[in-house]
């Protein structure tokens, strides 16, 4: 993956990094919920935020000097759909999120080379602590993660665990579900987890129309 020039700014304090996936966190959400999140299931940033401050403060007496915490979000912007995203770009950057924002032109518009971009800058600067991704499934991070891992760059993946078994199972890496984060969502997920059925049963919801099909003939 090719390097492109970085216009984000330096770092010179020690550093723990948070990158968060917005396009494929709401698409992870989105499958738990069968539906668009409603306000009540969109995550809270300002508990976030506090996690990320106590980690970086546990992180920093570990090592015996002072860790910043950095907390970054990466999104898309479809096509007329600024004024939309605004809002809450504003209340990202209100809270202490710095917000790298790339228009959606086509299906190569993802933040992932982006997101790695960031990641291997602060690496560069010598500044990264500790690293910690925030994406549903992040299986396109693996390889790069496991480069800092072994390099001695604690690696911690936020996400669902219906959709991150290769970072639930792996041998170093820390897991956390965001649910289990404090005050992140307002209301319970309606999580069905196979392995755990009711014993009535219950309804899984599909993840999109039917109607959907005829687009695709």
Same mark, same amino acid.
């Given at each position: 993956?090719?390097r492109?020039?970085?216009?984000? !700014?330096?770092?010179?304090?020690?550093?723990?990094?948070?990158?968060?996936?917005?396009? =494929?966190?709401?698409?992870?959400?989105?499958?738990?919920?069968?539906?668009?999140?409603?306000?009540?299931?969109?995550?809270?940033?300002?508990?976030?935020?506090?996690w990320?401050?106590?980690?970086?403060?546990?992180?920093?007496?570990?090592?015996?000097?002072? !860790?910043?915490?950095?907390?970054?979000?990466?999104? =898309?912007?479809?096509?007329?759909?600024?004024?939309?995203?605004?809002?809450?770009?504003?209340?990202?950057?209100?809270?202490? &999120?710095?917000? &790298?924002?790339?228009?959606?032109?086509?299906?190569?518009? #993802?933040?992932?080379?982006?997101?790695?971009?960031?990641?291997?800058?602060?690496h560069?600067?010598? !500044?990264l602590?500790g690293?910690?991704?925030?994406?549903?499934?992040?299986? =396109?991070?693996? #390889?790069?993660?496991?480069?800092?891992?072994d390099?001695?760059?604690?690696?911690?993946?936020?996400?669902?665990?219906?959709?991150?078994?290769?970072?639930? =199972?792996?041998?170093?890496?820390?897991f956390?579900?965001?649910?289990?984060?404090?005050? !992140?969502?307002?209301?319970?997920?309606?999580?069905? #987890?196979? #392995?755990?059925?009711?014993?009535?049963?219950?309804?899984?919801?599909?993840?999109?129309?039917?109607?959907?099909?005829?687009?695709?003939?």
């Amino acid at each position: 993956m090719s390097r492109h020039e970085y216009t984000g !700014v330096p770092q010179t304090d020690p550093t723990l990094l948070l990158v968060w996936d917005a396009p =494929n966190l709401d698409m992870g959400l989105g499958s738990i919920l069968g539906a668009r999140p409603t306000a009540a299931h969109r995550p809270r940033f300002d508990a976030i935020g506090r996690w990320l401050v106590e980690r970086s403060i546990e992180v920093s007496n570990d090592a015996g000097r002072t !860790v910043e915490p950095e907390a970054t979000v990466f999104t =898309n912007i479809a096509p007329g759909g600024a004024e939309i995203v605004r809002p809450w770009v504003e209340a990202l950057r209100n809270v202490g &999120f710095a917000v &790298f924002a790339k228009p959606k032109i086509d299906e190569d518009s #993802d933040v992932d080379p982006d997101m790695l971009e960031h990641i291997r800058r602060r690496h560069d600067e010598g !500044v990264l602590e500790g690293v910690v991704v925030a994406s549903a499934d992040g299986q =396109n991070f693996q #390889d790069e993660l496991e480069a800092l891992d072994d390099a001695g760059i604690p690696v911690t993946i936020i996400g669902f665990r219906e959709h991150a078994a290769w970072a639930v =199972n792996h041998e170093t890496f820390e897991f956390i579900d965001l649910e289990d984060i404090d005050g !992140v969502f307002r209301e319970p997920l309606p999580r069905i #987890d196979l #392995d755990t059925l009711p014993d009535e049963g219950a309804w899984l919801q599909p993840f999109r129309s039917l109607m959907a099909l005829l687009k695709e003939r």
